[in-house]
């Protein structure tokens, strides 16, 4: 069984930073996609940012020139920088390749102003 270990989420004040890791468990596929999705109180599950084993990425435009997604081989980062408190939420990482998608369990970001 796959598993995505993340960590780094916490509290923090507005204009703040925060650093996500998010670490997969066994061998992956060469061809594959990491992300970051997040999921705010009673709103749906949204795109943050992706990026392809080819190093493409993929942003939210309300997070352009703020977050910054990379990778390793088998890990994913998302660099948060100048926080608002728009952008709490629990924020899930998710690896997907042609066969396979997994989420983690997802780690609380709180943005307080």
């Known amino acids: 069984q796959v598993q995505l270990v993340e960590s780094g989420g916490g509290l923090v004040q507005a204009g703040g930073s925060l650093r996500l890791s998010c670490v997969v468990s066994?061998?992956?596929?060469?061809?594959?996609?990491m992300g970051w999705y997040r999921q705010a109180p009673g709103k749906q599950r949204e795109l943050v940012a992706t990026?392809?084993?080819?190093?493409s990425t993929n942003s939210a435009d309300s997070v352009k020139g703020r977050f910054t997604i990379s990778r390793d081989t088998n890990a994913v980062y998302l660099q948060m920088n100048s926080l608002k408190p728009e952008d709490t939420a629990v924020y899930y990482c998710?690896?997907?390749?042609?066969?396979?998608?997994?989420w983690g369990q997802g780690t609380q970001v709180t943005v307080s102003s």
């Open positions: 998710n690896y997907r390749d042609v066969a396979r998608s997994y």
């Open positions: 066994e061998r992956i596929f060469n061809i594959n996609t």
């Open positions: 990026i392809t084993s080819s190093g």
